[in-house]
């Protein structure tokens, strides 16, 4: 039964961001001044909320059908935007400020005289390709390993994922560390050969990032009806009886997690063209709640309200931000209150999943 | 006669008598006093210390119907900035601001001179040398006053400069110096004054004397000694005590060290108490909390708001003001949000952080986006003075102490109070407590609202120390949850040592690795700690906490 | 009291924000002008008052008849403190909102992450806050003052009227005060001051704990040449230092600090008892004795309904940005920004200390340079100035990176990133 409604739900999805890709991809091309045409402006907005919803798709895999509920999902999305971001600034070369061919600018701004080791490889696209995916991954599983292992769990880990987020925002704000420091990474020019400036490669990008959620989706999707996933929902439910029933919980959990990461930071890695800039503030611990929230409010434990949270919170907040900018945050906070409050489900389980396969409310082993 | 008049009146007077005797430009109502204001007004540099000199050496007249003011009134006036120059008028006053205007008195305090627009009324203009001159001229007087506090203030503001008192005045005070502490000091200034005498037996014991004084300028006199001194004798007892200063200072850097430590802790401490109750005792994750603390801050500045004469009075004061408006914000928000969300502490954690940007918001809105300035009031201003090289400074220590009042206070409450009874009953089994007859609901609420309040507490403490503003809050909410976690959940004994030794790593590893790089050490350690032992340095043990 | 008039007050801008809002489909024959700073956030409590500034501006240029006989429109956004959001609605004001000038952002990541958005859509911003120069835009204009109006003078006069012999070199671990350090480091290092002489020190954002440091500023201090400490300590961490050196005793008699980012708006929320006769640099201060600032005082006073305002430097070079911006669009006869980028460099506006600044062709301003100390009202007292106006240098000659490079945006070079040795331009053109 489930099966059947996630195949008919994942269906549904799919034709939504399909039917979204082509309508924006086709009033993009109508001239500037024709009633439905959508602006460039609104072209990358959507591609960056498509970001937004690929991440929130990654917190929801592992909240809402794992139970850890991970405070520090910004660090992988934006260690895969720094990974995306460095082979950028390698692709500048010697049109940088100072038009030295072998270092960016903050770096020869520093005096520093060679590139750091961390940074060779970038200049090549497949080389980055898999950075953006096996950093963030490698964080994930070293940290998942002594954390699930230890049996470090609910908000304790919440706290730790946290406070990971937070040491890499405070590593990264330091011009040591060769990322920029406080500015980041920023002013890029092309990728892959192509002007990120025109139109066209803008318009790619969005593609692009609606093509990667929608294989994301399928993932997740698939995985989750696959016996790990079965085993993955066992585990947020009642953790020590799927382990006294001989699962190896620990596995099931690292696995998850570590996909979550990568799944992260293939987000950043595409949010970061679109947006011009990477910098440490993408670490703060705020960015990584504001991302539970859209999945709460969007409905934790279905991947298509993760979607919908993610690209609903960031319309409005768009919005707010320049109407009435004084009440951005009261709503945000109402958002959170009354959603947590009235709606343990999200949008999502406004009218879906009602009856049935009641998943139970509580995310949390009993005391 | 209106005021008004009378004062034109009086400058047509002025205007006319100036013009037969001297160009003034500068009045003060007392003929005497023009040209020196007038020297301090319009010029530079040297005419200008000059024209304090002169100011410095006026004694008032002994008639008692002359009202000349003192000498040192003047100076301090000068100084703080309370006479003014009147541009309409060229005339010194006295003035007191009063929204765009100032209030003006004459001089001599006898005339009221009116009002006038604050563009009208100018400052006198000082500097740092000019300020710092007149520091000194002011100490000076104080070394004849009848008061042996300003006896005392005056001597030490020439410890420094022995060379600037004559030996002659220096005799004549010790044999007139009825006061104990203004005597040992009056002693060591000579001493100081030795050091300069040819005759070497005078410079070994006044080298001798300097044993015990770890000053910079006392050391740098023994490294001088040392190196420049014609006698053997002196030499040698020189570098002995350089050896022992050495030593000493290095010792007593430890022991800095070691305070700003400790103070570090009592901050962090203070920030995670009154988390480590409504997590720790429990359970529920309030990421509001660092916003809690922000509205303490908040209240220090409005008690000094409603009360601008007295400043310790308000900070006091707001004490129990902070605790008790925190603790019914904390109250409102146990009865409208968590109580629904017992048992389901990561659903706390997202309400409590929507409250948290609520709050920030509301302080935004309706205070301001600014910060706001919050006065340290006397009493906590300066240092304790242990000797030359080690201080520990008032406001920190104060901190220090405040910090572990309360914490013992907290321990008491919960430990010997019914309250406590009732709250470590609830939290170790809800179930039999209320069979047992425990209002829990209410224990919630009073134990939500005593984490708030404490956390209202803190702000107090920490807006004696830091910005205070709408962000205060969101700076030490991390800090606060690694120390909860650090020390072990339930376990107030457990944030106090967290907290303490958290702020001790951190400040023995600032000198090498400097402040961001240990920041980050102690996070990562943290972490890596708390992979390996999940909860905390002092776990809480039974089955309350399994699960 | 007051809690009630800031309520009325902002009931109040929020009604005025909502009827500008409508206003906007009311009437469509006004230019619009672009505000771009932070309302919420970390950054809120800077550039909130910059936003006001801009707004009131406006109100007065329409007052007096508008421009090109059409009414202004200041379009406000909020990028919230969030760097990324600045391109983005930087983007939404250029290209939704038709604005035909911005003015705004404050921290140089923001400034650094509109950058490719004004270039690209060829718009112009100005930037009203001191920065670390190392940029010369096309598409910028920056009235705030580049280190050689602020930096370079304040060590001129601790050197020459002070007779500071060693320094203490503070600041926050960004871009600013790196930069402005490093010049610096060269500048005395130049002038003959050993390395040994100069401490630097880097602290994270809202650093708050400043024990360790002010111990050892007071230990660097000690040995007997007279110190100073030059900072550029970020606003949020300014409170908690100023209160520590207070606290242990370093008075500005014995160890003066100098600082780049503190002026009347941030000590209106200090305590200032203990930062007495410390030293700001600047270009203006509120104290400064000039008609054209008394009636902008007055102005501002008014258009806020708070008596206890203070006005500040950034406040200054909006004034100056806006009117420059003004004469240049009456000259260029329109307001398409290709054409206002060339009709303002040489257009010279009054400033608010009695003189004039003039738009240079590397897109900075001519300023005085004052240094004040600060005074037990929160005020600042003008110590020293420069004699004349220093014109703003956007490549440092003191950094060996960019000591050949030139800006200069008149054609024949049109190259904002001249290098004369090379006789290369890089940078923007490619």
Known sequence: ??????????????????????????????????????????????????????????????????????????????????????????????????GNPDLPDFMVFLNWTELPWYWSGFDSFAFT????????????????????????????????????????????????????????????????GFD????????????????????????????????????????????????????????????????????????????????????????????????VVWVAIGGRGTLYGAVIGAMGVNYAKTWFTGAYPEAWLFALGLLFVLVTLALPKGIAGLHLFKSRNKPTGKMEPKT | MTLRTAIVS??????????????????????????????????????????????????????????????????????????????????????????????????????????????????????????????????????????????????????????????????????????????IALQSLSTRKQLGSADPLERLAAVTVLRTDLSSESRAAIVRIESRDDDE????????????????????????????????????????????????????????????????????????????????????????????LTGLVGIIIERSVIRFLYGRPLETLLATFGISLILQQMVRTFVSPQNVPVANPEFMSGVLQINGVFSLTLNRLYILAFCLIVFAALVALLKYSRFGLEVRAVSQNRSMARAMGVRSARIDSLTFGLGAGIAGIAGVALSQLTNVGPNLGQAYIVDSFMVVVFGGVGNLWGTLISGMTLGIANKLMEPWAGAILAKILVLVFLIMFIQKRPRGLFPQRGRAVEG | MLLINRFKLSALAAACLGITSLSLYAQDETIKVGVLHSLSGTMAISETTLKDTMLMLIDQQNANGGLLGKQLEAVVVDPASDWPLFAEKARELIEQESVVATFGAWTSVSRKSVLPVFEELNSVLFYPVQYEGEESSKNVFYTGAAPNQQAIPAVEYLTNVIGVERWVLAGTDYVYPRTTNKILEAYLQANGVSSEDIMIN????????????????????????????????????????????????????????????VGEEELSGFDTEPLVGHLAAWNYFMSVDAETNDVFIDNWLDYIGDDERVTNDPMEAHYIGF?????AVEKAGTTDPAFVQDAIIGVSVPNLTGGYSTMM????????????????????????????????????DFLDSSKDIISDWRAPLSCGNYNVSTSVCSGQNL
């Open chain 3, 202 to 261: 880097y602290t994270p954002f809202g650093h708050a704990d400043w024990q360790s440091i002010v111990s050892e500023i007071k230990k660097f201090g000690s040995e007997g040449k007279k110190t100073a400490v030059v900072s550029t300590i970020n606003g949020d961490a300014n409170v908690p230092f100023y209160k520590e050196l207070g606290n242990q005793g370093v008075s500005a008699e014995d160890i003066p600090v100098i600082a780049f980012s």
């Open chain 1, 196 to 291: 990120l400036r025109s139109d066209q490669v803008r318009l790619g990008l969005f593609i692009a990032s609606g093509v990667a959620l929608i294989i994301v989706y399928l993932l997740c999707d698939s995985l989750l009806r696959s016996r790990l996933g079965k085993v993955a929902i066992a585990i947020r439910d009642a953790e020590d009886r799927t382990r006294f029933l001989g699962y190896r919980v620990e596995r099931v959990k690292l696995t998850l997690f570590t996909l979550s990461a990568m799944i992260a930071g293939l987000a950043g890695a595409l949010y970061v063209p679109q947006v011009g800039i990477i910098n440490p503030g993408e670490f703060s611990p705020l960015n990584s709640i504001e991302v």
């Open chain 1, 1 to 98: 039964m489930r099966t059947g409604k996630s195949r008919l739900s994942s269906l549904l999805f799919i034709s939504a961001v399909v039917t979204l890709l082509v309508s924006v991809t086709t009033f993009n091309q109508l001239p500037a001044d024709h009633d439905l045409h959508v602006g460039n402006f609104m072209v990358s907005l959507l591609g960056k909320y498509l970001t937004y919803a690929i991440l929130a798709v990654a917190v929801d895999l592992v909240w809402g059908y794992l139970g850890i509920l991970s405070l520090g999902h910004a660090a992988f999305f934006a260690l895969g935007g720094y990974a995306m971001g460095m082979y950028l600034m390698r692709q500048i070369g010697d049109r940088g400020v100072y």
């Open chain 2, 10 to 183: 009086i400058a047509a007077l002025y205007l006319l008598i100036s013009h037969q005797h001297v160009q003034a430009e500068v009045k003060t109502g007392i003929n005497e006093l023009d040209p020196l204001f007038e020297a301090f007004y319009e010029g530079r540099g040297d005419r200008r210390t000059e024209a304090l000199d002169a100011l410095a050496a006026l004694r008032p007249p002994a008639t008692p119907i002359d009202t000349q003011p003192d000498a040192r009134e003047l100076l301090q006036g000068i100084l703080d900035g309370d006479l003014m120059f009147h541009k309409p008028s060229s005339t010194i006053v006295w003035a007191i601001k009063d929204g765009r205007e100032f209030i003006m008195t004459s001089l001599d305090r006898t005339t009221n001179l009116g009002r006038d627009s604050s563009r009208k009324v100018k400052r006198l203009k000082l500097n740092n040398s000019i300020r710092a001159y007149l520091r000194q001229l002011i100490a000076a007087l104080g070394l004849y006053s009848d008061n042996p506090t300003e006896r005392l203030v005056a001597i030490e503001a020439l410890i420094d400069k022995p060379e600037s008192i004559e030996q002659k005045t220096l005799d004549e005070l010790l044999l007139n110096e009825q006061d104990d502490a203004v005597m």
């Open chain 1, 129 to 192: 390709a898999l950075a953006i995916l096996l950093i963030p991954g490698l964080l994930a599983f070293v940290f998942g390993w002594f954390a699930f292992r230890s049996r470090v769990n609910g908000v304790y880990l919440s706290i730790i994922t946290q406070a990971l987020t937070y040491a890499l925002m405070l590593a990264f704000f330091r011009n040591e560390m060769g990322f920029g420091g406080n500015n980041g990474l920023t002013d890029f020019k092309d990728i892959l």
């Open chain 3, 361 to 396: 062709p590397n897109h900075h301003i001519t300023k005085p340079v004052l240094i004040g100390e600060i005074q037990d009202d929160g005020q600042f007292e003008v110590v020293w100035e420069t004699p004349g106006l220093v014109a703003g240098d956007a490549w440092s």
């Open chain 2, 233 to 324: 004798n002196v030499r040698k007892a020189a570098q002995a005590i350089r050896l022992y200063h050495e030593k000493q200072v290095n010792l007593f850097g430890w022991a800095e060290t070691l305070f700003f430590g400790l103070s570090l802790g009592s901050v962090l401490v203070l920030a995670a108490i009154g988390l480590a109750i409504s997590f720790g005792v429990m359970g529920v994750i309030n990421m509001a909390h660092g916003e809690l603390i922000m509205l303490g801050a908040y209240c220090s500045w409005a008690m000094q708001q409603l009360m601008p004469q007295s400043i310790a009075a308000a900070l006091l004061l707001s004490i129990p003001v902070a605790f008790l």
């Open chain 3, 323 to 327: 009117n420059m911006w003004v004469k």
